[in-house]
């Protein structure tokens, strides 16, 4: 007769109760033993790891503002196509939920603004920071906006259809075409018909950015509805993986794909392997993953940043939106998804006979605002400028990466200033070109106030402008960054080690002009650094042949006394000077700068014969000259005295 209780269990059953209670009592030593040692650690620093560790273990939207005392909305829109898509909302300041916020005429009236995440992600990308000033939609609450989240069909919020069950591969034959076509357009409809709202302004990262693209540019009405559409790390057409064997491989055949992950979603099994992995080795894993497709370092996002945000990283998306990308990355055009599979070797006869339809991005009018970095190996914006309007702005941060745009340690000094901007200047849907100009002194005002505070605490360094017109001009350089600097030593700057204040300063008219572009000499915006480069491109107004000209002060004293012995005095940054290509004080401008002994002066001329050619690119002190030789005229002078000439 077996002993009542313990006759129940065998021998294996009882050396796993023992084992079971052996970890038990080992996790609770481990824990007491942490929580000793975080007596010996700095307050900041525990506070830090709390809240990346609340972050990190936030179940959904809601839970990751209510970290930070925010009350978040949800809301659920059926598209055309009979998809429901989550929303998500942060309408009201911390103490103000009771207020009612655009409901009717008694309510508080708040402009709209809508953010929209990138591929495999949701709308948790946005909130999921360690630091509520270093989060957009929580500084855009602050200012007083009515923020709304989108989140694509598939996604953790949006799996649901009335037509079709995840488990079938109905549901997940969508493409970035179901995106632009659907998503974002209902998605916008929804938020303006419960606003009351007249427009909205449209935020994106990533693929949100190529989204819009898609849908303003098939969808006319939606050029009415969105007053400014700012681009975080856009994408349009980008260049491929840094790794050269899965390029070529997914290049090659893009539906390749298919066959590794289905019809299906893809990487489903993601959310197991962050569950069972530790989380500072699933954070390796992913920063691995990263630079080995895309040679990301990841240096500008915290360890702490890391921990908390890579587990909201990861979203469902249809296998079928990765090949449209590839296939988009093959093709190097913006296009609508090719349902034609076309062997690898007979592309060039195949495209003779069919023609996938590219998206006609250049007919959209809604102001267009990138801002994209200058490591980031998934963004080629010479390309992308040629296929957008003429009056787009582009906006560079130098040595920022794709997801810098959303997690970086100084993304609040760095990004912010250009969304604010835009947004303060582009209020309504007309699109005039007086937004256009009060954007443009808006980002003068912006930089010279953040060239002001760093100087006097050694802040993180600021960049300016660079705004690029029309497809014209993009056979020359799109931006010249100044300067540079490791990771390192951009942590000491922020740190108040006296880090060295750099610009990059592009003046460009707000709206183009039959004559062609106007160029601005004002000597304040120089004054943003003592080593500034000032470039602009000017296109031939005859079309013919473009030259070059180059100027670089090597100190500001340099320019002041060039712009001295030219007879200008300086211009206030809020009420810049134009002048015509050809102004008489152009040439004087230039050659006061050689005789300054302090600018380096480079020109190259049209090509034989080329009546008409004229600079296409002017950098510090513009010059008109041009000639009919095929030489180059290079002129260099120095403080000591010596320079060369060729």
């Not at 179901?178 to 606003?195: G, K, N, Q, V």
């Not at 993986?241 to 066959?259: E, I, T």
Request: net charge positive; with cysteine.
């Amino acid at each position: 007769m077996p002993i009542p209780f313990l006759g129940r269990l065998n021998i294996i059953e009882y050396a796993a109760l023992v084992g079971s209670f052996f970890l038990v009592g080992l996790e609770a030593f481990i824990r007491v033993f942490t929580l000793a040692l975080q007596e010996g650690r700095a307050e900041k620093e525990v506070r830090a790891s709390a809240i990346s560790t609340s972050i990190r273990n936030a179940s959904d939207f809601v839970d990751l503002c209510a970290t930070f005392g925010y009350t978040a909305e949800e809301h659920v829109v059926q598209t055309k196509d009979g998809y429901l898509l989550g929303l998500h909302r942060l309408a009201w300041r911390k103490g103000e939920e009771d207020t009612k916020v655009n409901r009717g005429i008694n309510s508080v009236k708040k402009r709209v603004v809508y953010l929209h995440h990138g591929l495999l992600m949701n709308s948790e990308v946005w909130v999921c920071l360690t630091d509520e000033q270093r989060a957009l939609p929580f500084v855009l609450v602050e200012k007083g906006f009515d923020v709304w989240f989108g989140n694509n069909r598939g996604n953790k919020y949006s799996k649901k259809s009335i037509y079709s069950s995840p488990s079938s591969p109905k549901f997940w034959n969508f493409s970035i075409d179901e995106f632009a076509f659907h998503d974002i357009p209902d998605s916008i409809s929804y938020i303006l018909e419960t606003t009351g709202q007249p427009s909205l302004s449209y935020i994106g990262f990533s693929q949100g950015t190529a989204q819009a693209f898609a849908s303003l540019a098939v969808h006319p009405k939606l050029n009415d509805q969105v007053n400014v559409f700012i681009a975080l790390a856009p994408a349009m057409s980008p260049a491929g993986l840094s790794n050269g064997v899965v390029d070529a491989l997914v290049k090659a055949s893009p539906q390749v794909l298919f066959l590794l992950f289905g019809r299906r979603s893809i990487l489903s099994s993601a959310t197991m392997w962050e569950s069972l992995l530790y989380p500072p080795l699933f954070t390796k894993v992913i920063d691995i993953g990263l630079s080995f497709l895309f040679n990301w370092r990841t240096q500008n996002i915290s360890t702490s940043q890391k921990l908390a945000a890579y587990p909201h990283l990861y979203s469902f998306t249809s296998t079928k939106s990765v090949v449209h990308w590839f296939q988009i990355i093959r093709t190097k055009s913006f296009q609508m998804y090719d349902d034609d599979v076309h062997p690898p070797l007979l592309v060039s006869a195949t495209s003779k006979y069919t023609k996938v339809a590219r998206y006609p991005t250049r007919n959209i009018k809604t102001p267009i605002v990138l801002v994209y970095g200058g490591s980031d190996s998934l963004v080629d914006i010479k390309a992308m400028l040629r296929e957008l309007p003429r009056q787009t702005v582009a906006n560079e941060i130098p040595h920022y990466e794709h997801l810098d745009f959303l997690w970086a340690r100084d993304v609040a000094e760095r990004v912010f200033p250009h969304v604010f901007d835009a947004l303060k200047s582009f209020t309504g849907a007309e699109h005039t070109r007086e937004q256009y100009a009060r954007y443009q002194l808006a980002r003068q005002s912006s930089s010279l106030q953040a060239m002001s505070l760093g100087s006097g605490g050694g802040g993180a360094r600021r960049r300016g402008q660079h705004a690029a017109k029309g497809s014209d001009v993009m056979d020359s350089d799109v931006s010249t960054a100044v300067g540079g600097g490791s990771n390192q030593e951009e942590e000491e700057s922020e740190a108040g080690a006296g880090g060295e204040e750099k610009a990059e300063v592009v003046a460009s008219p707000a709206t183009p002009t039959r004559w062609g572009p106007r160029l601005s000499l004002s000597l304040d915006t120089a004054r943003q650094s003592p080593h500034a480069l000032r470039e602009t491109h000017i296109p031939s107004p005859t079309g013919g042949p473009r030259g070059i000209a180059h100027a670089r002060c090597s100190s500001l004293s340099g320019l002041e006394k060039a712009e001295s012995l030219a007879g200008q005095s300086p211009v206030s940054p809020v009420s810049p000077t134009w002048t015509r290509l050809g102004s008489p004080r152009v040439p004087r401008l230039r050659d006061a700068a050689v005789q300054a002994g302090d600018v380096a002066v480079e020109q190259s001329v049209g090509a034989p014969g080329s009546a008409g050619a004229s600079p296409a690119r002017v950098a510090g002190t513009p010059s008109p000259r041009t000639g009919t030789g095929g030489g180059q005229l290079r002129r260099e002078s120095t403080k000591g005295g010596k320079g060369t000439t060729t």
